[in-house]
């Protein structure tokens, strides 16, 4: 991985896109704590959502963290300039910027928006890099199909790149540039601050991961890790341990997300110390950049699960089967869900491909639709280029969706 010397998402959402985020954000957290609320009365369903909160954990979240902590790793110990760089790249910006796209997370694809503003990158680079980004469902694919997610990173660059080339030579490079200045920058306190956390907090959720990750793998691998530990000492004090620290940690993941959703004045409006702010800047280059985005990957992975374990457990009604029967749709829905700002929705496919539930076909037609968190920066700050690049992406990601479908 090679640095960008990028900002962190915040730093470039404009109040308005924050609060846009924000209000997907709160609905999704409402339904999780509903659907608790209700286990509470039908003991069957609390089986159901506490066996699926830790299956999201151990089968996604573990891995998405140890995804996430070798990708920001490697990205603060190679520090190459390639924002600057393509300044003066020419022809090579498109590529460069559908690398950039095509890497996990959105940072890449914000870095080229921002620059596209300031007037230093063509309109074929800032398609190039919505074609390209998958957002951060990119972890998700390839902590749990890492040969999937490696074929859609691959895939992603490539049509990125061929839009980008014919956009730019039908158009010309300036076509769309806005002249109005970027939107303004949030405080370098909010950067790592969307989660309620403390020191004591992170200290805690690193305590869960490491049995976590030790857990996903042996069953990865087909243990059962309860019947490993029936014979030792924390198998006869707890039974079923590995879906209780599974519960524990997916449980953490969503409170620390949850709160400041459904309960803003935790977060914005306290006052932050200064051991606060150190914390924040000194552990949010890995860690706590590594707890923000698999908390926020969990709570969609787990609603992603929560409707379909407990849409079944309530109805008896097959999701699969009712996909199945309208297959030849999944990927036009799958294409027009892209369409959709921020990583969630997209996060919601790749776990229904996961699943199962969804054909290959769909996630390609979604992955390459949707341009992830760098649409809201983009729609503040550029929005008539924003809808063009989106719709221009859509034409691609309908051809080989569907190309894929018919042919694989």
Not at 3 to 20: F, G, L, R, V
Not at 46 to 57: G, H, K, N, P, R
Not at 102 to 131: D, E, K, M, Q
Not at 152 to 174: N, P, Y
């Amino acid at each position: 991985m090679i640095s960008t010397n990028m900002p962190a998402k915040a730093d470039i959402d404009s109040p308005a896109a924050t609060k846009a985020s924000g209000g997907a954000s709160r609905f999704i957290a409402m339904l999780i704590f509903l659907l608790v609320i209700a286990s509470l009365f039908d003991a069957e369903l609390m089986q159901v959502v506490i066996s699926t909160i830790a299956d999201a954990y151990l089968q996604v979240s573990a891995f998405v963290a140890g995804t996430l902590l070798l990708f920001f790793s490697a990205e603060k110990l190679l520090k190459i300039d390639i924002s600057a760089w393509m300044q003066r790249a020419g022809a090579l910006q498109v590529p460069t910027a559908a690398f950039l796209g095509a890497l996990p997370g959105c940072g890449g694809a914000i870095i080229v928006v921002t620059r596209y503003v300031s007037g230093n990158l063509s309109f074929g680079a800032v398609l190039a890099t919505l074609t390209a980004t998958m957002g951060d469902a990119a972890f998700l694919l390839l902590a749990t199909e890492p040969q999937t997610g490696v074929l859609i990173m691959v895939l992603g660059f490539s049509v990125g790149t061929i839009s980008g080339w014919l956009v730019d030579a039908t158009h010309g490079r300036d076509f769309l540039r806005s002249a109005s200045p970027p939107a303004k920058q949030l405080s370098s306190a909010d950067i790592m601050n969307q989660d309620f956390s403390s020191r004591f907090l992170d200290k805690l959720w690193m305590v869960f991961l490491v049995p976590g990750i030790i857990i996903g793998l042996l069953q990865a691998f087909q243990y059962d890790v309860d019947r490993l530990l029936a014979d030792s000492l924390i198998g006869q004090l707890i039974e079923q341990p590995s879906t209780i620290l599974g519960f524990l940690g997916g449980s953490l993941c969503l409170v620390m997300w949850f709160l400041p959703r459904v309960m803003p004045t935790l977060l914005p409006n306290r006052k932050i110390v200064a051991e606060d702010v150190s914390h924040v800047l000194a552990s949010g280059s890995v860690i706590r950049r590594t707890i923000a985005d698999t908390n926020f990957v969990t709570s969609w992975v787990v609603v992603a699960f929560l409707i379909f374990e407990v849409g079944v457990y309530l109805t008896g009604f097959d999701l699969k089967g009712l996909f199945g029967d309208m297959a030849i749709y999944t990927p036009l829905i799958a294409i027009i869900i892209g369409f959709l700002p921020g990583c969630g929705p997209q996060i919601l496919v790749t776990s229904l491909y996961l699943s199962g539930i969804v054909p290959m076909s769909a996630l390609i037609g979604n992955a390459l639709s949707n341009d992830g968190d760098a649409l809201f920066p983009a729609i503040a700050i550029a929005p008539r280029a924003a809808i063009i690049a989106t719709i221009y992406s859509a034409v691609p990601a309908f051809i080989i969706a569907y190309g894929w479908y018919f042919l694989a």
